[in-house]
């Protein structure tokens, strides 16, 4: 029951709050990998390669778990390199098709939230799991160590040879799969209990740091007090970076087309509305604003 509270509670979360693409990354990754432990039939692996092709697609920084997966899962066996041209062939072709276009006008630095640090604080812990889920012996646990350890690797060759900034904060939740797992594995080698009651707390806390910091429910909310205020009269909004893409999926959401939407500061003229995020909130308390909605790190003001 744990490792299904785990395990599910940020997809839900995400997927039904600002839809930012985190948790249905990870949903399809967690996907492949039961199709993966399922069964080796092609079928089941080229289902399992579309899934993991569409997860890299959701979320870009699922490219170095999915190749992390399919080179663990690939190693080793006489039918090793047939299986593995079932899984990658169909994961580089739907990745390809869907970001083909979008990465033509992107760089390395572009990836999404990163720029954090790899191993730092509470994630030296992955050290000693990985030699813990190793050390279980049972197939997940390898998987997970394997996985872990390669995605490491790929993040630093990422990092020393194209600039790709480490993943930070919700960046990061793919961890929180290979995390959970192999934990789960070394809590099924280990006798003394209080010592297994700890470790499944400590993941439960793990899978709680991925919470979305702003309510799913401000954007919303926000967006109708905006819809409201501005009526059907053609508005421009000055909105602060971290909130533009949300308010517009609410624009198209809501079919307020007379929304005009874009990147702007407080000092502009040129803008009937401002939506700051938490990074600038403050500006809302400048002359001149006044505050039509404020809530969950968000402010409206014009």
Same mark, same amino acid.
């Given at each position: 029951?744990?490792a299904?509270v785990?395990?599910?509670?940020y997809?839900? #979360?995400?997927?039904?709050?600002l ?5 249905l990354?990870l949903?399809l990754?967690?996907w492949?990998l039961?199709?993966l432990l399922e069964?080796?039939r092609p079928?089941k /692996?080229?289902?399992? %390669?579309?899934? @993991?092709?569409?997860s890299?697609?959701a979320? @870009?920084? #699922?490219i170095?778990p999915?190749?992390?997966?399919m080179?663990?899962w690939?190693w080793?066996?006489?039918?090793? %390199?047939?299986r593995?041209r079932?899984?990658?062939? &169909?994961?580089v ?5 869907? /970001?083909?276009? !979008? ?13 954090? $640090?790899?191993?730092?604080g ?5 050290? &000693?799991?990985?030699?813990?889920a190793a050390?279980r012996?049972?197939r997940?646990?390898? *998987? ?10 790929l ?5 020393r040879?194209?600039?790709?900034p480490? !993943?930070?904060g919700?960046s990061?939740?793919? *961890? ?6 192999a934990v789960?594995?070394v809590?099924q080698?280990?006798?003394?209990? &209080?010592?297994?009651?700890g470790?499944?707390?400590a993941?439960?806390w793990y899978g709680?740091?991925f919470?979305?910091p702003?309510?799913?429910?401000? &954007?919303?909310d /926000?967006?109708k007090a905006?819809?409201k ?8 909004i ?6 533009? $893409?949300v308010?517009?999926f ?6 307020q087309?007379?929304w005009?939407i ?9 803008f009937?509305?401002?939506v ?5 909130g403050?500006l809302?308390?400048g002359?001149?604003?006044?505050i ?5 790190? @968000?402010?409206?003001?014009?």
């Open positions: 029951m744990t299904v785990v395990l599910t509670w997809p839900v #979360f995400e997927c039904l709050g839809a930012r693409g985190y948790g990354a949903a990754w967690m492949a039961i199709l069964s080796d079928q /692996l080229n289902l399992a %390669g579309v899934a @993991l092709g569409l890299v697609a979320h @870009l920084y #699922f170095f999915a190749m992390a997966v080179i663990v690939g080793g066996g006489r039918s090793a %390199g047939q593995v079932d899984l990658v062939i &169909p994961t072709v739907t990745a390809t098709i869907l /970001l083909a276009l !979008p990465l033509s006008h992107a760089d390395a630095v572009g990836f999404p939230a990163g720029g954090g $640090s790899l191993l730092r509470w994630n030296l812990a992955a050290i &000693p799991l990985v030699i813990g050390w012996g049972r997940i646990g390898a *998987w997970m160590a394997g996985t872990i350890s390669l995605s490491l690797v993040l630093v060759m990422a990092r040879l194209l600039g790709v480490y !993943p930070d919700r990061g939740v793919f *961890w929180l799969p290979l995390v959970a797992l789960l594995a809590v080698k280990l006798n003394w209990r &209080p010592l297994r009651i470790l499944l707390l993941v439960g709680l740091q919470a979305e702003v309510s799913s429910a401000a &954007p919303r /926000l967006a905006l819809r205020d501005a009526g059907t009269r053609p508005v421009r000055g909105v602060s970076a971290s909130v533009a $893409s308010l517009e609410y624009r198209t959401r809501y079919g087309w007379n005009s874009a990147e702007g500061k407080s000092n502009s003229s040129s009937d509305y401002f700051f995020g938490q990074e600038d403050a809302a308390e002359p001149g604003m006044r039509v909605y404020k809530g969950g790190g @968000l402010v409206l003001a014009r």
